[in-house]
């Protein structure tokens, strides 16, 4: 089952543009992540949040977590057409045996036209 | 380059059929998840490997195995293959005592 729901399923910008992508998710939570994948490839993580952290950075990245919500975001600033790629928000859940078991949205896909 | 390589990288398989998928990461990296990732959707957690042993399993059927060796490498083994198995598998690893978890490149197995 899909722990979380993104949004939008698809975004499509031009370079130099802000992209912003949102998720939100069931459970309560030990950390958030976010991955990129290009053209059905391996998964490159990309920011960790954990549940008491409201804001990281890094680089062009900027990620919030709102837990009262159960959403977060994910911001690129300044996107480059590398940007290209489809990109998941990951939720390891609270409770015993849960943790390390990622539940993933079904991801944003994300155009950067040169 | 996460240091986690899969193979093989793509697969044809007939229904009825078994298959091993194999997974290596790196040294110290104790835990290895494997995931299912259906055409268009989110990975989907299969199981977790912790030190040999199964440690947490997704909504698989038993025909989903797996094997976890001192080496640091894993297998994924999937019998009585159905249509439905048709997907990219990934292997993530973590580094003892962290949460980040490094995925390989994936195997795309088809079933015929």
């Known amino acids: 089952s899909q722990q979380g729901e993104e949004d939008p399923q698809a975004l499509s910008i031009q370079e130099g543009e802000n992209a912003t992508m949102n998720c939100s998710y069931k459970t309560s939570i030990n950390n958030l992540q976010w991955y990129r994948q290009n053209s059905g490839r391996g998964l490159v993580h990309l920011i960790l949040i954990r549940s008491n952290e409201r804001e990281k950075h890094s680089g062009r990245l900027r990620v919030t977590l709102d837990t009262s919500k159960k959403s977060s975001s994910l911001l690129i600033t300044a996107s480059r057409a590398a940007d290209t790629a489809s990109y998941f928000c990951?939720?390891?859940?609270?409770?015993?045996?849960?943790?390390?078991?990622?539940?993933f949205g079904q991801g944003t896909t994300l155009q950067v036209k040169p | 380059e996460t240091g986690v390589t899969q193979s093989p990288t793509h697969l044809i398989k007939t229904r009825g059929q078994q298959v091993t998928l194999r997974c290596s990461s790196q040294?110290?990296?104790?835990?290895v998840s494997w995931y299912q990732q259906a055409l268009g959707q989110g990975p989907q957690f299969i199981f977790q490997?912790?030190?040999?042993?199964?440690?947490g399993r997704g909504n698989f059927p038993p025909r989903f195995s797996g094997l976890q060796f001192p080496n640091y490498s894993s297998e994924l083994n999937v019998n009585a293959l159905e249509l439905d198995d048709s997907a990219l598998y990934l292997c993530?690893?973590?580094?003892?005592?962290?949460?980040?978890?490094?995925f390989g490149p994936g195997t795309r197995l088809l079933v015929l």
């Open positions: 990951a939720t390891d859940s609270k409770g015993s045996g849960n943790t390390g078991k990622l539940i």
């Open positions: 993530a690893s973590t580094p003892g005592g962290q949460e980040t978890q490094y």
């Open positions: 490997y912790y030190r040999e042993e199964e440690n």
């Open positions: 040294s110290g990296h104790n835990t």
